[in-house]
C-alpha cells in the first residue's frame, strides 16, 4: 500500500513512518508542509493521504480542500489535534474521509488505514487503452496489436492492468503480491515470476516486446 504522510512533527513522522513499515507492507513518502503534501499527492499514486492539519506553509485542511477540487478522488486521513465536533465538521466537510485525533496509538491508525483501503476509491477506468501497438481491453480482458487479438487469465489481467495503471513506476513483488492476491493469501512470489513470464509470452505475440522490465531483487515495471 502507499502511503503519503504528511506531518511537520518530527518525533512523530519518524515514528509513524516506522512502525507502518513495521507492522505491514507498507511503502511510504513523508513529507513536512503542506505545499510539498499538495505537491506529491498530484504527481504519485498513493492509495491513502495521512494530512496533519497544522503544518507550514499550507495546512492540512486547506491541502484536502485544494485536491478534492481539483478532482483528486483517493482516501484521505485527517490528523489533528483538535477534537471539538465543530472542528471535525470542517474537515469532513473540506473532503477527507476519516479523522483521527491526537494523540493516537498506532493500532488504532492501522485498523482506519485499513478500513480506508477496504473502500474503492479508484476512478473509473477507460474500458480501451492503447499504447503504441498495444490495445488493452479491460471489458473483455485481452490485448491485441490492432490484428490479432490475445486473451488474458484472470491473474495476467490483473498483473498488466496494475503495471500499466503505474507505467514507468517500479512495483516491487510485494505490492503487487498484494493488490491481487491479498498478503494473507498462501501465495509464493514464485508466482509472480510465473504470470510476468507467460504475460511477456503473451506480448511477444503481438509484437510487444520489452514492456515489462525485470528489477532485479526488488519487483517488475511496464516501460513505455
Same mark, same amino acid.
Given at each position: 500500500? &502507499?502511503?503519503?504522510?504528511? /506531518?511537520?512533527?518530527?518525533?512523530?513522522? /519518524?515514528?509513524?513512518?516506522?512502525?507502518?513499515?513495521?507492522?505491514?507492507?507498507? &511503502?511510504?513518502?513523508?513529507?513536512? +508542509?503542506?505545499?510539498?503534501? !499538495?505537491?506529491?499527492?498530484?504527481?504519485?499514486? !498513493?492509495? #491513502?493521504? #495521512?494530512?496533519?492539519?497544522?503544518?507550514?506553509? /499550507?495546512?492540512?485542511?486547506?491541502?484536502?480542500?485544494?485536491?478534492?477540487?481539483?478532482? !483528486?478522488?483517493?482516501?484521505?486521513?485527517?490528523?489533528?489535534?483538535?477534537?471539538?465536533?465543530?472542528?471535525? #465538521?470542517?474537515?469532513?466537510?473540506?473532503?477527507?474521509?476519516?479523522?483521527?485525533?491526537?494523540?493516537?496509538?498506532? *493500532?488504532?491508525?492501522?485498523? %482506519?488505514?485499513?478500513?480506508?483501503?477496504?473502500? &474503492? !476509491?479508484?476512478?473509473?477506468? /477507460?474500458?480501451?487503452?492503447?499504447?503504441?501497438?498495444?490495445?488493452?481491453?479491460?471489458?473483455? @480482458?485481452? #490485448?491485441?496489436?490492432?490484428?490479432?487479438?490475445?486473451?488474458?487469465?484472470?491473474?495476467?489481467?490483473?498483473?498488466?492492468?496494475?503495471?500499466? @495503471? &503505474?507505467?514507468?513506476?517500479?512495483?516491487?513483488?510485494?505490492?503487487?503480491?498484494?493488490?491481487?492476491?491479498?498478503? *494473507?493469501?498462501?501465495?509464493?512470489?514464485?508466482?509472480? +515470476?510465473?504470470?510476468?513470464?507467460?504475460? %511477456?509470452?503473451?506480448?511477444?505475440?503481438?509484437?510487444?516486446?520489452?514492456?515489462?522490465?525485470?528489477? %532485479?531483487?526488488?519487483?517488475?515495471?511496464?516501460?513505455?
Amino acid at each position: 500500500m &502507499n502511503i503519503l504522510l504528511a /506531518e511537520d512533527d518530527l518525533q512523530l513522522g /519518524e515514528l509513524v513512518e516506522f512502525m507502518l513499515k513495521k507492522k505491514g507492507s507498507y &511503502n511510504i513518502d513523508w513529507v513536512m +508542509d503542506g505545499e510539498d503534501a !499538495y505537491d506529491y499527492a498530484k504527481a504519485s499514486h !498513493y492509495d #491513502i493521504l #495521512i494530512l496533519d492539519w497544522m503544518m507550514p506553509n /499550507e495546512d492540512g485542511v486547506s491541502v484536502c480542500r485544494r485536491l478534492r477540487s481539483s478532482g !483528486y478522488s483517493g482516501a484521505i486521513l485527517m490528523l489533528t489535534a483538535k477534537d471539538a465536533v465543530g472542528d471535525r #465538521i470542517i474537515g469532513l466537510d473540506a473532503g477527507a474521509d476519516d479523522y483521527l485525533v491526537k494523540p493516537f496509538e498506532i *493500532d488504532e491508525l492501522l485498523a %482506519r488505514l485499513r478500513a480506508l483501503s477496504r473502500r &474503492n !476509491y479508484a476512478p473509473i477506468l /477507460e474500458e480501451k487503452l492503447s499504447i503504441h501497438e498495444m490495445h488493452l481491453n479491460r471489458l473483455s @480482458q485481452t #490485448i491485441s496489436n490492432g490484428a490479432e487479438e490475445i486473451q488474458l487469465s484472470p491473474r495476467e489481467f490483473q498483473m498488466l492492468d496494475l503495471l500499466v @495503471q &503505474n507505467r514507468g513506476q517500479v512495483l516491487p513483488r510485494e505490492v503487487i503480491l498484494d493488490r491481487i492476491w491479498g498478503l *494473507d493469501a498462501d501465495v509464493s512470489m514464485k508466482i509472480i +515470476d510465473a504470470t510476468i513470464k507467460l504475460l %511477456r509470452k503473451k506480448l511477444d505475440l503481438i509484437g510487444q516486446q520489452g514492456f515489462l522490465q525485470s528489477i %532485479r531483487g526488488v519487483g517488475y515495471k511496464f516501460e513505455s
